[in-house]
């Protein structure tokens, strides 16, 4: 293993180089499903890889190409460790021309488009294998990093790619932001998407009311049960997020539907609330329901013994980090492992807070600290 004080003390002499690799990261937009920019940025951070790694690969995805490197392991056929991250954000092309990656006075605070979720962690991992490199380290196990670029719209193709290269993983480890503080997340609750469509039968609401049945009748006591339902199950959360429907007041409306947003932090709440939203029982005879499930994380319940996560507030220890767990609520790539019960913390990311906002910042200094750890825990006897 890579001794600790000697990666931390080489990662602190990297700052700039590091400052300007997540300059010319950030300055690549990656709005998710534009898949031009997507190319530009897997060729830019293929090339940052390239001098560890020994492949890296873009299995094509329909809003571009993703990336997956691979690098060796000290013991060629134990299982991998898994990174996950991400290279696209929630911000449209053009919005670094207004805000462009600035550091501050401080000398630390990093602000600009995506700098923290997840530019920084992408830089983290370059930094990561450099140290491992330059210290003659090498990873004790197959280490495979895989950047999708539809995360923020949740993942519709790159989870099959975030499933298919967890099998056999012995580990995960999430390059998501940490909760405030870097506290790692060992938990995640689980979100799904349902939209909720009502056929009624329209009518004129005045002469000929009992023929029709209102579509708009019918949502509103879906959306009361399920609401009922919700407030019944532990730690569930339910919001309805868009409701259309109807034509004029005058007429009994012959179709509504809503798009409704569900949280679950168990896969037991997980089960009953996905079960509600999915097999609604008409209240009108004449009603037709249907239920379209449009995306959907399942439940990563958060287990106190997490021996990985153990293992790397202990690793944090010399690098001076005093590191500490919680659950986040909200859902990402490793709620898929972390349900398949492999052991997967995230929030491996540096620290720094705003994530999706103009106000979203990160710390250099937490960077190199992270890279550190990374390094650390990949080349961990
Ligand atoms: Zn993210």
Redesign the pocket.
Known sequence: MSDPAELLALARTRGDACLERWERLVALETPSGDADLAAVFGKELAAGLAPTADRVEHPPGPGGDHLVAHWPGRSADAGHVLLVA?SDTVFPAGTVAGRPFTLAEDGDTVTGPGVF??KGSLVAVELAMDLLARTGGAPSRPVRLLVVND??IGSPDGSRLVAAHADGAVAVLGL??PLPGGVLKTGRRGVARIRLSVRGVGAHAGLDAAQGVSAIDELVDQLAALRAVAAGLPDAALNVGTVSGGTRANVVAEHAEAEIGLRYATPETEQALLAAAREPRAVRPRAVLSARTLSHRPAWARDPENPLAAELVALGGPLGLDLSCGTSGGA?DTNLTGALGIPTVDGLGPDGAG?HSEDEWASLSSLLTRGALLASYLSRD
Do not use: F
């Open positions: 991400h979720d997840m995360e923020e998501e932001p990402g994530a």
